[in-house]
């Protein structure tokens, strides 16, 4: 499988005036391949939609690469940004406030085909639009009605077809679903399914629910106040969770079958989330984790692959430690 983008040691801090920094995302490298879905999960404020910002080039990184299709796209000039754009398209959260409500569906769709000079022809342009709204779901007698005049799934619908008008090969769905209800969930993430299929799209699918993104990722990274704690394949993550922070998610999340009986011990994580502004010392999960030791408040631990393709920031994981900083440790 080919890699198509490719993160290495990104970082990006931003600078809050007074002093003070905000490390929003440190060191984070990982791969995806083209055709599959990434996941990239943790709580709200753990960095992952600026993970997602910084390599669409929305934020300028503070260090480290974005490499797509082997280019930086950090280093692209005006046109060659404009070029990478037909590649790659975002989904936002929120449909609503990424649609402008003064502009028909119609417009909405065929306004990145307008930046990008497609269509010049009116009637083709059009034909295109419609084409779009079929392939979302959606018809030609929604094409001259207003964005707030739709439900939030079908908004997202328009969403999704507007990301497709200039036919990209990669998109970033930020919390695509999260804003819409239950129901309307699967509908959508069935949609986006089809949708890569058909099109032989590569997604990085970014989210805080563990449950719907083992659903639609082939691999998934979980993230933890900016960094990147454990990545590893779809099913291996859920059975198989390495690091105490995404044994932690996984247990909060209810066993679908009724007739299943949940015996798993809850890891309920104490504490509140630190400030990416102050993030505590070696490992940033130490003051919440059941586990720690004294070497996680001294040390950041490594970032290292523990069974083939799964990979770990945790001591826990570190043959090579002095074993007294191991002696009250029992991993279940
Ligand atoms: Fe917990 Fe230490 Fe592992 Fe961090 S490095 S997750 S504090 S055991």
């Given amino acids: 499988t080919a890699k198509i983008l490719q993160l290495n040691q ?36 753990c960095g992952k939609t600026t993970v997602g910002r910084t390599i669409m080039g929305l934020y300028n990184k503070t260090s480290g690469d974005v490499l ?39 417009e909405v769709i065929a306004e990145p085909m307008e930046v990008h000079g497609l269509y010049p022809n009116k009637k083709e342009q059009l034909d295109r639009v419609i084409q779009l709204l079929e392939e979302v779901g959606l018809n030609r007698d929604h094409a001259d009605r207003y964005p707030h005049e739709f439900s939030g799934g079908q908004r997202q619908r328009i969403g999704i077809a507007r990301a497709l008008a200039l036919d990209p090969d990669f998109i970033i ?3 695509p679903i999260s804003a819409l209800d239950v129901s309307v969930q699967a509908q959508v993430v069935n949609l986006l399914k089809n949708l890569q299929e058909e099109k032989s799209l590569t997604f990085l699918f970014i989210a805080h629910d563990l449950s719907m993104v083992k659903q639609i990722s082939d691999r998934i990274g979980v993230m933890y106040l900016g ?47 630190p400030s990416p502004i102050n993030p505590p010392s070696g490992c940033v999960f130490r003051t919440r984790c059941p586990f720690a030791m004294d070497v996680c408040a001294r040390k950041k631990p490594e970032w290292r692959e ?12 570190d043959e090579t430690l002095n074993k007294t900083d191991h002696s009250d440790i029992t991993i279940n």
């Fill in 10 to 45: 990104l970082t990006k801090h931003f600078n809050m005036g007074k002093g003070q920094i905000l490390q929003a995302v440190n060191d984070v490298t990982f791969h995806i391949n083209k055709g599959e879905t990434f996941g990239l999960v943790g709580e709200s404020g």
């Fill in 68 to 106: 797509y299709d082997g280019q930086n796209v950090h280093n692209l000039d005006d046109n060659e940004t404009l070029h990478f754009y037909r590649h790659m398209q975002m989904i936002f959260q929120d449909p609503y406030a990424s649609l402008n409500p003064r502009s028909t569906v119609k």
């Fill in 173 to 175: 769905a930020d919390e």
């Fill in 227 to 273: 960094n990147l704690v454990e990545l590893t394949s779809s099913d291996s993550l859920y059975e198989n969770p390495l690091h105490p922070y995404t044994q932690a998610l996984l247990s909060a999340i209810p066993i679908p079958d009724p007739d299943i009986e949940d015996t798993r011990e809850r890891i309920i994580l104490e504490g509140e989330l």
């Fill in 306 to 317: 523990v069974e083939k393709d799964h990979y770990v920031a945790c001591h826990l994981y």
